[in-house]
């Protein structure tokens, strides 16, 4: 069965960078996109970015364009976003999701991973 | 950016109840437009996708439709795990941004 399983939770200081983890497995991994939502506590959903784990391609949202490094690694079928710069504004849940392969929506769905940020 | 912008922000229904969630975009996003359902503590699902595009294993309750930006929710008949929030996400340009969510009661 298709699934997504994120890094534990992490704390980090402001300034900090954080990597996060996802782990795919039950499909072909370089098939399908991965994309990157994030949510802040009390929030609705903000999508941050997605790579297609084939060639490595990425499309990041402007407002994270500077700080957000996504990437992959075939040989374990997982994918990376690294975080830098970190804010208290940076402090949610980040979810890696799947792709569908029948439309531009997101059929599968990591667990999530808390990050908090502290000064 | 596209704004999504979602009707009601909250909604209290009994179970067996029909409502309705709205979610209307500030320009075309044609059809690319999925609901998901949360729960606390708990990823997104995906329900509805192509506007209207029942996604696999998701009961027949659940309706989507579009009429030109304004797109439409329909849970017909609630059921006791239908209480949750949800969401409503344009997938046309990036950045693929949501509607803030409906907050979805039992009354």
């Known amino acids: 069965q298709v699934q997504l399983v994120q890094s534990g939770a992490e704390v980090k200081k402001s300034g900090a960078s954080v990597k996060v983890s996802c782990r795919a497995s039950?499909?072909?991994?370089?098939?399908?996109?991965i994309h990157w939502v994030r949510q802040a506590p009390g929030q609705g959903p903000e999508w941050v970015g997605m790579?297609?784990?084939?060639?490595?391609?990425?499309t990041y949202a402007q407002k994270f364009q500077d700080r957000v490094t996504m990437t992959r690694d075939t040989s374990t079928s997982t994918v990376y976003m690294e975080v830098n710069s970190l804010t208290s504004e940076d402090t949610a849940v980040y979810f890696c999701?799947?792709?569908?392969?029948?439309?531009?929506?997101?059929?599968?769905w990591g667990q999530g991973t808390l990050v908090t940020v502290s000064s | 950016d596209i704004q999504m912008t979602q009707s009601p922000s909250s909604l209290s229904a009994s179970v067996g109840d029909r409502v309705t969630i709205s979610c209307r975009a500030s320009?075309?996003?044609?059809?690319?437009l999925s609901w998901y359902q949360q729960k606390p503590g708990k990823a997104p699902k995906l329900l509805i996708y192509?506007?209207?595009t029942l996604q696999s294993g998701v009961p027949s309750r659940f309706r989507g439709s579009v009429s030109g930006t304004d797109f439409t929710l329909t849970i017909t008949s609630l059921q006791p795990e239908d209480f949750a929030t949800y969401y409503c996400?344009?997938?046309?340009?990036?950045?693929?941004?949501f509607g803030q969510g409906t907050n979805l009661e039992i009354k």
């Open positions: 999701a799947r792709e569908s392969s029948l439309w531009v929506a997101n059929d599968y």
């Open positions: 039950g499909y072909s991994f370089t098939s399908y996109l």
């Open positions: 790579i297609h784990p084939s060639g490595g391609s990425t």
């Open positions: 320009q075309s996003v044609s059809t690319y």
């Open positions: 192509a506007a209207s």
């Open positions: 996400q344009q997938s046309y340009f990036t950045p693929y941004t």
